[in-house]
């Protein structure tokens, strides 16, 4: 199927979903998960009006972000960063979902060029707790949003989580409302979040359930990945 078609086919289920859960379609945001396919690709997408792309290779990302910079498009990093990256991604990303400590934090805020608007942030929990996992734990997310909120280049948008596979929609609809709940204690806790980064093309129907701001999808529009993740 063509990318056109993947498109309206997630449109719809977001639409679907949304109905269902009771919420304004305009309430969830379609980011398109581009890693491993090549900048014509994102290119089609763009054509059908998707703005909004996601990246999990910082250097693959990089060079597709120059490549289609004409189009005007929005990039999110989401995949490890690591300390030694932190000043590429700040100097050509728009959004990254995946802080999980301070120190990364902290080079992003430093190294954004004072000519672009802050960086958005979400802080990645690891909201399942596997073992090995990235994302900090759910008891420190608290903590590390005080910490990196008074960052100046950086703007705190709220949390992102890629929980485990689940088996049904039940399994999953729990699991994200934990990180809804988490959710609405920072914002309890004084802290001004609007994006809630949940939902995949497996349990986006779930995370929409859930109160999810911005699903991340991938595979359902651009195909599978042939075993890369
Ligand atoms: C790959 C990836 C996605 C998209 O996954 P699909 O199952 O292809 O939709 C979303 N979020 C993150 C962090 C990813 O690495």
């Given at each position: 199927?063509?990318?056109?078609?993947?498109?309206?086919?997630?449109?719809?289920?977001?639409?679907?979903?949304?109905?269902?859960?009771?919420?304004?379609?305009?309430?969830?945001?379609?980011?398109?998960?581009?890693?491993?396919?090549?900048?014509?690709?994102?290119?089609?997408?763009?054509?059908?009006?998707?703005?909004?792309?996601?990246?999990?290779?910082?250097?693959?990302?990089?060079?597709?972000?120059?490549?289609?910079?004409?189009?005007?498009?929005?990039?999110?990093?989401?995949?490890?960063?690591?300390?030694?990256?932190?000043?590429?991604?700040?100097?050509?990303?728009?959004?990254?979902?995946?802080?999980?400590?301070?120190?990364?934090?902290?080079?992003?805020?430093?190294?954004?060029?004072?000519?672009?608007a802050p960086l958005n942030v979400?802080?990645?929990?690891?909201?399942?707790?596997?073992?090995?996992?990235?994302?900090?734990?759910?008891?420190?997310?608290?903590?590390?949003?005080?910490?990196?909120?008074?960052?100046?280049?950086l703007r705190l948008r709220?949390?992102?989580?890629?929980?485990?596979?689940?088996?049904?929609?039940?399994?999953?609809?729990?699991?994200?409302?934990?990180?809804?709940?988490?959710?609405?204690?920072?914002?309890?806790?004084?802290?001004?979040?609007?994006?809630?980064?949940?939902?995949?093309?497996?349990?986006?129907?779930?995370?929409?359930?859930?109160?999810?701001?911005?699903?991340?999808?991938?595979?359902?529009?651009?195909?599978?990945?042939?075993?890369?993740?």
């Amino acid at each position: 199927m063509t990318i056109e078609t993947n498109l309206q086919i997630v449109r719809a289920r977001i639409q679907e979903a949304c109905a269902s859960a009771g919420r304004n379609t305009d309430a969830v945001q379609l980011l398109a998960v581009s890693k491993t396919f090549p900048p014509e690709a994102v290119a089609q997408a763009a054509a059908c009006g998707q703005r909004d792309f996601g990246e999990n290779y910082i250097q693959e990302g990089v060079e597709k972000i120059a490549t289609l910079e004409s189009l005007g498009l929005v990039w999110h990093c989401i995949g490890p960063v690591q300390s030694n990256k932190t000043r590429l991604v700040a100097a050509h990303f728009d959004w990254v979902h995946s802080v999980d400590r301070l120190k990364i934090a902290q080079r992003l805020s430093e190294q954004r060029p004072a000519t672009l608007a802050p960086l958005n942030v979400c802080i990645q929990v690891n909201i399942d707790g596997g073992a090995g996992k990235a994302g900090v734990a759910p008891t420190e997310a608290l903590a590390l949003a005080h910490d990196i909120v008074v960052l100046p280049h950086l703007r705190l948008r709220g949390l992102m989580t890629i929980p485990e596979p689940a088996a049904d929609f039940a399994t999953a609809l729990l699991v994200h409302r934990q990180a809804k709940a988490l959710f609405d204690r920072l914002c309890a806790d004084g802290l001004a979040l609007d994006t809630l980064s949940m939902g995949m093309s497996a349990d986006l129907e779930a995370a929409v359930h859930a109160s999810s701001t911005m699903v991340r999808v991938g595979s359902a529009i651009f195909g599978g990945r042939g075993g890369a993740v």
